[in-house]
């Protein structure tokens, strides 16, 4: 280790989580423009979360070009989709254990502020769950909701310009997102990734009014 990193290590900066939030955001920057792939960044966010030195941050990024300068005001060509407006980003979510819930024949509503994780289990037999995501602390990069729903249905509520990418598998049933949910998820600072498999049942991604 060199002298400078020790120094760093030695003399952590008081405002570390300030120092987490801008590597995972310089993260979140490079995945956005095609520099590092999903996983990688899965990987360096969790990493990024959980460091407790200045120097274990620098070495998420240190490998990472200068980002492209947004495009300037009015113009369209090559701009990127709006990021999904977020008052609150819980970097902490990143790489928790995944939030899981059940439905047997009855309902199951999971509302307010209710997501702990990045990803998230539903499993939904001959019953319905809502997954509101409305009023959640929201992870930079993808939420991962994995579904299975038999016989029964699943709705997913998300903020209006959240965008949304779903590859659930259905066998004799539906699964689809209205035409008012934004699907472009490029350059997105958030979004959800809907999978699973739904059979005889119905899952449905709409957004909020």
């Given at each position: 280790?060199?002298?400078?990193a020790?120094?760093?290590?030695?003399?952590?900066?008081?405002?570390?989580?300030?120092?987490?939030?801008?590597?995972?955001?310089?993260?979140?920057?490079?995945?956005?423009?095609?520099?590092?792939?999903?996983?990688?960044?899965e990987r360096?966010?969790?990493l990024?979360?959980?460091?407790?030195?200045?120097?274990?941050?620098?070495?998420?990024?240190?490998?990472?070009?200068?980002?492209?300068?947004?495009?300037?005001?009015?113009s369209?060509?090559?701009?990127?989709?709006?990021?999904?407006?977020?008052a609150?980003?819980?970097?902490d979510?990143?790489?928790?254990?995944?939030?899981?819930?059940?439905?047997?024949?009855?309902?199951?509503?999971?509302?307010?502020?209710?997501l702990?994780?990045?990803?998230?289990?539903?499993?939904t037999?001959?019953?319905?769950?809502?997954?509101?995501?409305?009023?959640?602390?929201?992870?930079?990069?993808?939420?991962?909701?994995?579904?299975?729903t038999?016989?029964?249905?699943?709705?997913?509520?998300?903020?209006?310009?959240?965008?949304?990418?779903?590859?659930?598998?259905?066998l004799?049933?539906?699964?689809?997102?209205?035409?008012?949910?934004?699907?472009?998820?490029?350059?997105?600072?958030?979004?959800?990734?809907?999978?699973?498999?739904?059979?005889?049942?119905?899952?449905?991604?709409?957004?909020?009014?």
């Open positions: 280790m060199t002298t400078q020790a120094f760093r290590d030695d003399y952590a900066p008081r405002n570390l989580e300030a120092l987490k939030q801008g590597a995972i955001d310089r993260l979140t920057e490079a995945f956005a423009q095609d520099f590092i792939s999903m996983d990688e960044y360096r966010a969790g990024a979360s959980a460091a407790n030195k200045a120097s274990e941050l620098e070495l998420l990024t240190i490998d990472l070009p200068q980002v492209r300068p947004q495009a300037a005001p009015g369209r060509k090559h701009a990127r989709s709006e990021p999904a407006p977020m609150r980003r819980n970097y979510l990143v790489g928790s254990p995944a939030v899981t819930t059940g439905c047997i024949m009855g309902d199951r509503n999971m509302t307010g502020n209710w702990t994780s990045d990803r998230v289990s539903s499993f037999v001959m019953g319905s769950t809502k997954l509101d995501l409305r009023d959640v602390d929201l992870p930079p990069g993808p939420v991962h909701i994995e579904v299975f038999l016989m029964g249905d699943t709705k997913i509520i998300v903020p209006r310009d959240l965008p949304v990418r779903m590859s659930a598998f259905s004799m049933a539906d699964s689809r997102i209205d035409r008012n949910v934004n699907q472009q998820t490029r350059g997105a600072e958030c979004w959800v990734e809907v999978s699973g498999f739904i059979m005889m049942g119905d899952v449905k991604v709409v957004a909020a009014d």
